[in-house]
């Protein structure tokens, strides 16, 4: 499973509703609850323009390392999105456009809140941190996008 990161300290209250205050908070709590879930493994895509923050007391990389478990790694730099695709069997995001990216490719998506294509009702946002986090546990088992999903992606 991929986690596509968002830069922590850009945008976040752009698209208004979410599950989580911001994208810290939604990272943090997201990393907790998979660092329970053993047999999957996670790999962690941090946003591309977390560099230009260096000065950042944390960021995903960090965030990250702090938890050592074998079924979470970081994604290497020079993957990209669309390669991931093909190694990956869903993505998660807060309210990234990867929700709209992997849809397209007939693979389902979790968010934590409104994305920027929230209006075209590709993916179904939890209600709840509950209903988020039975999401992640069971990633294995969520149905992948109707035909109609992905040809609206």
């Not at 698209?15 to 939604?26: F, V």
């Not at 895509?45 to 790694?73: A, G, M, Q, W």
């Not at 988020?132 to 992606?153: A, H």
Request: charged residues 25%.
């Amino acid at each position: 499973m991929c986690i596509f990161g968002h830069c922590l300290v850009d945008n976040n209250f752009e698209l208004g509703w979410r599950l989580y205050r911001d994208n810290l908070t939604w990272l943090r709590e997201t990393l907790k609850i998979i660092s329970k879930i053993s047999d999957v493994n996670w790999l962690i895509k941090p946003h591309p323009l977390e560099k230009i923050y260096e000065k950042l007391i944390t960021n995903t990389e960090k965030e990250v390392l702090r938890y050592d478990s074998p079924n979470i790694k970081l994604c290497p730099e020079d993957i990209s999105p669309k390669s991931l695709t093909s190694i990956c069997s869903a993505g998660i995001t807060s309210t990234g456009s990867i929700a709209v990216e992997f849809t397209g490719y007939g693979l389902p998506v979790v968010t934590a809140g409104r994305t920027p294509f929230s209006e075209l009702e590709i993916i179904d946002v939890p209600k709840s941190k509950q209903e988020y986090k039975n999401l992640l546990q069971n990633i294995n088992t969520i149905s992948k996008p109707s035909l109609k999903k992905i040809e609206m992606s």
